[in-house]
């Protein structure tokens, strides 16, 4: 029998890997992926591994992006809408053109002053996210405990807060809220901070960066769907900034899926997963996740530490209690690489195989969050903690014998030393 379990835990890993890798296929038969970080938040099916015996959670610590939202500007509208405006006053439309025109202008009505609003698919996102906490762990959350929350001032995350706490507080109204959003507390919540010295590569990684994406652009095929007259597209049209700002607002129309509109149907599936590829590659030099890129994930260590501070507090008080936080993408991206989350800190520089290894969509869809369970036994001071992305268990390179459980005086060492560092 011991035999039998030392060979399913040898090989175990391995089959973790082949699954939590991306495939092609696997973007095709949802292309909706294709969207990056608009990815609709997935209702993940996953089911929770019990805790060791005697174990009972006490303690939630969660940092969560805002919800589904307009796109933060309405400049791929703008040029997108000149072009073709253009184009219509000199009867260059195809049909499809025309068709997508006036889809477009409906569009631009409903984002019109709205840019990075929250959407109503955001607001109901996060609902669905705080109901699915309650229901997951109502040791903690039906108990009349204080939920301290903090957002990001930027209002689709006040407002993804509010809408998550509202939740909380509908399904246990004896719960103590107290919710903040404030540039205070910005030092840890989305630090925005510059300083993070930059390294000479940066630049030979952002032009390995421009080439790959004109590699991966073929916006002949997309030029001709719409515009009768190759030389009108030759003289007024950038064809890569047209084939970009068309896939920006595509992407963002699941975010309001009470418009019933797509534009995906104007692209493939091939190109829609090459523009993705360059979209994932761009948020990984972005971050700073290349070996050659400036470190700019480093500016979110304040929040590791804030995150480890906290549960210290809450663990020396002996109290049941909730801390959330709301954010940003560029926040849980960082934090994912910075806990070494799986598949959230291996970032090749071959950008061609880049997405095998790390996918935007997996890790920060709309609403992506990052929740750590804290757990603790009646006379016992082992305090154990599990991690959870977008509401799946995770690992961390840290070991343990209760996996997907930590202990967390091993865990807090970890991350400390990764501190000091």
């Keep these: 029998m ?11 890993p391995f089959v973790v890997v082949l699954q939590a890798q991306t495939t092609k296929e696997e973007v095709m038969a949802n292309i ?18 019990p805790a060791p ?79 699915r906490m309650y229901q997951n762990f109502p040791e903690v959350l039906s108990q009349p405990i204080k939920v301290d929350a903090h957002a990001s001032y930027v209002m689709r995350c006040s ?12 399904l246990n109204p004896k719960l103590q809220i107290s919710m903040d959003s404030s540039k205070r507390d910005m030092w840890y919540i989305a630090n925005d901070d510059d300083s993070i010295p930059k390294v000479e590569s940066d630049t030979i990684m952002r032009n390995q960066l421009h080439d790959f994406r004109q590699k991966m652009y073929h916006p002949a095929r997309l030029m001709g769907l719409l515009f009768s007259d190759k030389d009108f597209v030759e003289k007024e049209i950038d064809q890569n900034k047209m084939m970009s700002d068309l896939f920006n607002i595509a992407e963002d129309m699941q975010c309001q899926p009470e418009l019933n509109l797509s534009f995906y149907d104007l692209f493939t599936k091939e190109e829609l997963f090459d523009i993705w590829q360059c979209d994932n590659a761009g948020w990984c030099f972005g971050n700073g996740f290349f070996k050659s890129s400036t470190p700019r994930y480093k500016a979110h260590y304040n929040l590791l530490r804030n995150i480890l501070d906290t549960a210290d507090q809450i663990i020396r008080e002996g109290r049941n209690a909730v801390t959330l936080r709301f954010g940003h993408d560029s926040v849980v991206s960082p934090l994912a690489y910075i806990l070494h989350l799986k598949d959230c800190d291996n970032v090749p520089e071959d950008l061609d195989n880049l997405y095998k290894y790390w996918t935007n969509f997996k890790i920060i869809p709309m609403g992506g969050n990052i929740q750590l369970i804290f757990y603790k036994k009646a006379n016992n001071q082992d305090i154990l903690v599990k991690f959870l992305l977008n509401e799946h268990e995770t690992s961390i390179p840290v070991k343990t014998n209760c996996a997907p459980y930590y202990h967390w005086n091993d865990v807090e060492a970890f991350y400390r030393a990764e501190l000091e560092k």
């Design 2 to 12: 011991k035999l039998k379990t030392c060979i399913v835990l040898l090989f175990a």
């Design 53 to 131: 015996k005697g174990y009972k959670p006490f303690y939630i610590s969660h940092y969560g992006r805002h919800g589904s939202r307009y796109m933060v500007s309405n400049r791929p509208f703008d040029y997108v809408l000149e072009k073709m405006n253009l184009a219509e006053k000199e009867n260059t439309l195809t049909t499809i053109g025309k068709e997508t025109f006036k889809k477009l202008n409906v569009a631009y009505q409903d984002a019109y002053n709205r840019g990075g609003d929250l959407s109503k698919l955001g607001g109901r996102q996060h609902q669905a996210i705080a109901q």
């Design 159 to 170: 407002l993804s807060m509010s809408y998550f706490c509202q939740q909380l507080r509908a």
């Design 32 to 49: 909706l992926q294709a969207g990056g970080t608009y990815y609709s938040y997935p209702t993940p099916t996953q089911k929770l591994t």
